[in-house]
Nanobody
């Protein structure tokens, strides 16, 4: 089993910044993709940023130029630096990791429990 625990959410004014962190722990042989999703009230959960083990990065258009995803592979941790936050960024942010627990394991999706980000004046 693998556990993901997000931290760093909170209340911030428009234009402010937050940094989310998400370490993965448990039985880990390798981590393929790590990423961040968010879900606003009444909307579906959406992928906003991901980083592959090979270095490929993806951002949804609405966060390009404002958010930066990074990984510390030695610590099995993914980060999301969020700058110039807007009220429409308000959502619960979830960490995701595609983890191989053994060398022959193709990978299993794991999720954190989420951290609330509220952007309001």
């Amino acid at each position: 089993q693998v556990q993901l625990v997000e931290s760093g959410g909170g209340l911030v004014q428009p234009g402010g910044s937050l940094r989310l962190s998400c370490p993965a722990s448990g039985t880990i042989y390798s981590i393929n993709n790590m990423g961040w999703y968010r879900q606003a009230p009444g909307l579906q959960r959406e992928l906003i940023a991901s980083a592959s083990s090979g270095g490929s990065i993806y951002y949804i258009d609405s966060v390009k130029g404002r958010f930066t995803i990074s990984r510390d592979n030695a610590k099995n941790t993914v980060f999301l630096q969020m700058n110039n936050l807007k009220p429409e960024d308000t959502a619960v942010y979830y960490c995701h990791a595609d983890v191989s627990e053994r060398y022959y394991d193709p990978g299993t999706n794991y999720w954190g429990r989420g951290t609330q980000v509220t952007v309001s004046s």
